[in-house]
């Protein structure tokens, strides 16, 4: 049996030895202000076993994770249509990028993306307060913590510099892809990025995706195991934006990043890994992240490759 | 244990219940005469088990599939320059665009589509001769088949309607990442298109992408456990175009397709499947081909997610 | 000298005997029950003579004939650092494309597309009220009509249906290329595309564009020769978005188009001539205003070329 | 009356002036060793003065101004079909790119593109030898001097250094916009670069153009006045590639320049104007020739505007 905990501290440790921990996120104060040397991991297995090493108890801004949450709700719930406002291919552009929706007439690439996350969140939208409130209750049920909310500050700063992704979302609009205002929506999306979470939290969170839709966390059947399984396609193929290829090669695995420097990956029935470290690389995925993620793999021979 | 005999034998009767069937692709005559109606699937397993059904032993051309022999070939000989002229992403466009390339200044998104296996050929050239030489003799060898061979009419016809792929490799010359003459490269390139195969050679011949990287059929070690992760790792990402989302979406497996119908995927450490039906879908992947192994994947509840 | 009154008069005949008139724009309703028949012109020379036919008294909404009242006043107010905020070359793309925008990091292309007008709008921004003002006192002045006002309507309506525009906006305003507020300029902006005048009224006010840059109407110097020339350069070059190369192809002048159906030309020290048929072709230009032109141009073998 | 001579010779001080000069272009040997302080300039006028400053007798290659030669004779012969094959608006992309090709299935955007006029020439095209006869034949012609000549150094060095061309014209072809080889179209198009010819040469070569289609020096109508007004057009709107508008905005005329620092203007019904200075901006225009004209321009008061 693998010993995860001997891992994740002799990750832990060379990862702590490495110079260059990457470019904190500073579009906005609130996350610009978080110290590069932290550091945290956790693991959930499916049959109930938890490790961890480092800040894995300390709360970060998961920012683009979230966007895996509304996406189940979304397939939970609308899943009728939301393949026809959103496509399941990779972008191969930025995470922000506009170009490819005027070629493809506001449909966007995936629901990974900042603008397919706009529609999956219009999709799943009943009232500003109500989507909230939804989308809340349900992580804190999949992550069974109750004390997770928004992080107002950081939902403010994103409104305040959000001229991009008020552009995504007019855009979107103009071509008749969102049912609801721009400034609603993207109130809801703003919020949903500013959610405060720790490894620990979203290890928990994700566990029915490596468990066939059931979480053990809540105990109940989230999505049937075709739909969780193809949250987990989805993310290979697009869960970390322009840099997708370069992360399944290196790690071979399904995850998603988030500009906060938190990733999760998945392996199918075995387990929910969560890394943080909120230095960034180019492409804007956590840099020691990404490696601690290659090293786990390897150590554990555990890539589904 | 599962059943694969009997899994194959349902695909069968279901596929062939199909009213429409695709497009043979008719840009050259001797891919346009294929019969529509034909379908063939192979099953090699890692434990030595072999299971067909239909034209699973009649040969058709592997076009673009070669592109993977070709890339193993580059690994094994050429890793250490290849990955700074070949890039790891999926490319969002169709196979042969050249838009991606101007933007990225000659450097192709990844080794499928054709402007990255132009670029992979170049790296393994040794003369005409030679490298189409080498690449038969690996073939034939992962194949256990001495009868693979160039179908030269093919190739013939690939120079003569290769207008597109002309394009592609002087303008990969033209921002330097071709060291050798457009047409010598391209005179590979065509003929390592233009090998015919049949379902079982393919599952057979890739049997060490599924096997850690050694070939039962050669009894050989054809690359190292890391590097045949990443080749699958890199057909889950990039191994169909601009479909591969949608792909792996509803297979669940790494793969790569062809024009002439053939599709080709892993189950890592388990088995190669590879099916063929010359009709294509949209995007110029077999359409029946795909639905078989959405529903290989489905009986066998055998999806790596 | 030419008899211009019979060359309107020839041109009125020919073009009421078109079968096609082209597709009024319905984006908006106040735009889209404009009767598909209505057809003016109008001529003012820099001598004094104006020569009219048709609905050539009847007011249109003159849209982005508007954008180079406000270019005018940008020049004149704030041109040292107009030129590093949009460029001054033809964009190949639609006038409301956010491609290009991308790839050259928030600075438009020219100040004709709705890009580049939303950028000189910013330019000449002094809060809503003022501005609004600014471009109202100064359309009054140089067509010499008190009675030009904003049509409510018209920008409420552009306002409702500015999915785009506000897209291109805030879009502009995530490069730092936007210094107020997006809502404000764009409010002045949906305002001053939405000022209705007559072909009179228009080559009235753009006469100081063909006599060195002084108005005889607002008998003042608007421009220097120098700044006169240079919109005139602008107008050969960007002045009918993706189809002015067309446009100067058949016609030979430079020109403004509006959605409204109207076009504005300039023939260099000799005269204006402002046409309006509200039909639109696919370019987005008035089909027969654009012919009324060619047919102008034809016979009073005026070109500039 | 305006003294030509005086105002070339005051430009030529000023010119002389300049610090920095532009660079050469060095993508092929020939060009490269060309000095950088090489400046003349000619005028033709339509009443058969002529006048001269500095190098104006020396030749140097005309390189893509030959593209208007050869339009000129596509125009008189291919005019039916021309239009269908290459479009007539500015691309606003450098003057080799394949983006625009790929978008727009291979219909170049105009004639002036390196696409474009390969499409041109494959217009004209019957035969490499008779069709580089009929080219020099029509040049001599034009410009009453028979020692005009293929340079064969040049010719053959772009040959080697074509890739990009080749590029172009293979991926022309593949859209079906290309009715002959692209090796022998390409053949016939790298010798029309290579034409040398002096600033004296080309005014009174494109004298016709400034004369209602009528050459006084070959004492010919060359093309009738629509046509030749129709030539004006497409250089004012695409002569100088990407910079056009630029090139428009700072000189007012119809332009067209080539790689090796030659550019030539039209004053329609009054005169031709060429210049010549080999180092380049970064738009690959005549940086010292730009500024020649537009003192030109400005002395003179002689802008089309």
Redesign the interface.
């Known amino acids: 049996m693998i010993n995860y905990q001997e891992i994740l501290d002799k990750i832990y440790n060379e990862v702590y030895a490495e110079q260059y921990r990457g470019k904190v996120a500073d579009y906005i104060p609130a996350l610009a202000r978080v110290p590069v040397d932290k550091f945290g991991m956790a693991i959930c297995t499916i049959d109930g076993r938890e490790f961890i090493v480092g800040d894995a108890h300390e709360n970060f801004s998961i920012q683009s994770i979230s966007k895996v949450f509304t996406l189940t709700l979304a397939i939970d719930k609308a899943a009728d249509t939301l393949w026809q406002r959103v496509?399941?291919?990779?972008?191969?552009?930025r995470f922000n990028?506009?170009?490819?929706l005027?070629?493809e007439n506001g449909i966007p690439?995936?629901p990974f993306i900042n603008a397919g996350a706009i529609v999956v969140t219009d999709s799943i939208f009943e009232g500003i307060g109500k989507t909230k409130n939804n989308i809340l209750r349900f992580v804190r049920e999949l992550s069974n913590n109750q004390t997770i909310s928004f992080d107002e500050e950081v939902a403010e700063s994103e409104r305040i510099y959000g001229?991009?992704n008020?552009?995504?979302?007019?855009?979107i609009?103009?071509y008749g892809n969102l049912n609801h205002a721009?400034d609603d929506v993207l109130d809801v999306y703003f919020h949903q990025c500013a959610i405060p979470m720790s490894c620990i939290d979203l290890a928990r969170g994700f566990l029915f995706l490596a468990n066939k839709g059931f979480s053990p966390i809540a105990n109940k059947q989230i999505l049937n195991i075709r739909q969780?399984?193809?949250i987990?396609?989805?993310m290979?193929?697009?869960g970390l934006y322009?840099?997708?290829?370069?992360f399944?090669?290196r790690v071979?695995l399904?995850g998603k990043s988030g500009v906060g420097g938190g990733i999760l990956a998945?392996i199918?029935n075995q387990l929910v890994v969560a890394v943080w470290s909120p230095g960034l690389n180019e492409a804007g995925n956590s840099l020691l992240g990404t490696l601690a993620l290659e090293l786990f793999t390897t150590y554990a021979s555990n890539?589904?490759?």
Do not use: H, M, W
């Open positions: 496509g399941r291919e990779p972008s191969g552009n990028s506009l170009v490819q005027e070629y690439r995936n001229d991009r008020r552009a995504l979302a007019n855009f609009r103009s721009a969780a399984k193809r987990n396609s989805l290979i193929t697009c322009d840099a997708v290829g370069d399944v090669y071979g399904p998945i199918p890539s589904i490759f």
